[in-house]
Antibody, heavy 119, light 111 residues
């Protein structure tokens, strides 16, 4: 059974870089599938941040593309998210998930981690 | 503002059926059979319950069904149960550079 777990700081200062890691168990990140990040601001809807496919090929939401980097570490079976120049608007629960093919189908998801941007 | 439009809330009594709509455009919902639905309970991660408009992942109750007409996709939950209460979100592939869009989510209240 595939499981994903997000990790990283829960508090980031404005203008700094948000960094999160997703550890995958029960499946090799080196095989097929994409691996993605999605966020949900408090009380709001879900927003796709981006996905990575081994190659590596990366795909980002244009609204965040200038600030986002997604990378993968196959030796640790992990993939990571970096979002720079954060503001309060980036405060959200960040989820990692297996992306079944850039078609909006994510399964399964990690439990999510709340990242607050505040000084 | 989310790319796909969902009602903010719907409600139904136990045992009844409800339908949640998800309206997009011909560039997303209407143009492709790549609509997914997610169930989310408070403080929990979203769970995939429908993909490719009407397919259920293994283990998902057959009380959940999906359909699409034009630019609007729908999720129907039959035989409402207390544990169905939560938030439901739709997603779709889009031919725009955004690639993946979500709805704003619908809160289901079981009376």
């Amino acid at each position: 059974q595939v499981q994903l777990q997000e990790s990283g700081p829960g508090l980031v200062k404005p203008s700094e870089t948000l960094s999160l890691t997703c550890t995958v168990s029960g499946d090799s990140i080196s095989y097929s599938y994409y691996w993605g990040w999605i966020r949900q601001p408090p009380g709001k809807g879900l927003e796709w941040i981006g996905s990575i496919y081994l190659g590596p090929s990366t795909y980002y939401n244009p609204s965040l593309k200038s600030r986002v980097t997604i990378s993968v570490d196959t030796s640790k079976n992990q993939f990571s998210l970096k979002l720079n120049s954060v503001t309060a608007a980036d405060t959200a629960v960040y989820y990692c998930a297996r992306d079944m093919g850039l078609e909006g189908r994510f399964d399964p998801w990690g439990r999510g981690t709340l990242v607050t941007v505040s000084s | 503002q989310s790319a796909l439009t969902q009602p903010a809330s719907v409600s139904g009594s136990r045992g009844q059926s409800i339908t949640i709509s998800c309206t997009g455009t011909s560039s997303d919902v209407g143009g492709y059979n790549y609509v997914s639905w997610y169930q989310q309970h408070p403080g929990k991660a979203p769970k995939l319950i429908i993909y490719n408009v009407s397919n259920r992942p293994s283990g998902v109750s057959n009380r959940f069904s999906g359909s699409k007409s034009g630019n609007t996709a729908s999720l129907t939950i039959s035989g409402l149960q207390a544990e169905d209460e939560g938030d439901y979100s739709c997603s779709s592939y889009t031919s725009s550079s955004t690639l993946v869009v979500f709805g704003g989510g619908t809160k289901l209240i079981v009376l």
